[in-house]
């Protein structure tokens, strides 16, 4: 994590993605965004969206329509750009995604894919480059 400012924990701030997630917090989940933030999402056809208004369109329907298990971390991993998280999506899927930063600890960009299946079968989908 050499390339990551010194005044945040980014893995901390994945935790409290999470948290957002989970709680079907918006306003604390976007708050947690730079306000140019930009998500590019492969899962199920390719996503791309930049702003606060566009995050807010993507994320409100995945927060209000989740499966119980939602949103459940399977692994957490500090790269040298950022943070990989390996979760839960709205829907259970499992989902590999990338989280770069700001200077001030904002997410500035998430990248996410369907995770690749850890039995070594790849059928699941490429995953996100740590």
Do not use: H
Request: charged content about 20%; aromatic content about 8%; overall charge negative.
């Amino acid at each position: 994590m050499s390339n990551m400012p010194g005044n945040f924990d980014p893995v901390a701030v994945v935790v409290d993605w999470l948290d957002a997630c989970r709680r079907r917090d918006l306003a604390g989940l976007l708050d947690l965004y730079a306000d140019d933030a930009g998500l590019e999402c492969s899962c199920g056809g390719t996503t791309l969206i930049q702003g606060r208004a566009a995050l807010e369109a993507y994320w409100r329907p995945r927060l209000i329509a989740f499966v119980p298990n939602a949103f459940g971390l399977e692994e957490i991993t500090p790269a040298a750009d950022g943070v990989v998280l390996d979760y839960l999506s709205f829907e259970g899927e499992p989902v590999r995604i990338s989280f770069a930063f700001s200077p001030e600890g904002k997410i500035r960009q998430t990248v996410c894919s369907p995770a690749p299946d850890v039995t070594g079968d790849d059928s699941a989908g490429p995953g996100v480059p740590a």
